[in-house]
């Protein structure tokens, strides 16, 4: 089981960037999946998710309306559409199966949003 992270990358505030989550060993539309971010001294924290089957979708309150969480289960892949950055939302993202503590985390993928 192996989720990578790419995607990331340096934008300006109000720019866009899309992250991808790959899976290998599984299918992803079997399983939710998250994606998570940890910023400099702070803790990782949940952004978004979106369920098996039916698709259905989450978003923290802090990115509502500007993140996009979506998935190609012809790529095995997720993504995550990131438009009108902020400074804030500079982080290491990172996608994980939900549920699944055992799963070992990826290297993310680094996100940084500065002028």
């Known amino acids: 089981v192996q989720l990578v992270e790419s995607g990331g990358g340096l934008v300006q505030p109000g720019g866009s960037l899309r992250l991808s989550c790959a899976a290998s060993?599984?299918?992803?539309?079997?399983?939710?999946i998250a994606w998570f971010r940890q910023a400099p001294g702070k803790e990782r924290e949940g952004v978004s998710c979106?369920?098996?089957?039916?698709?259905?979708?989450y978003y923290a309150d802090s990115v509502k309306g500007r993140f996009t969480i979506s998935r190609d289960s012809a790529r095995n892949t997720v993504y995550l559409q990131m438009d009108n950055l902020k400074s804030e939302d500079t982080a290491v993202y990172y996608c994980?199966?939900?549920?699944?503590?055992?799963?070992?985390w990826g290297q993310g993928t680094q996100v940084t949003v500065s002028s």
């Open positions: 979106i369920s098996s089957s039916a698709g259905i979708t």
């Open positions: 994980h199966r939900v549920g699944r503590v055992s799963d070992p």
């Open positions: 060993g599984f299918s992803l539309e079997y399983y939710g």
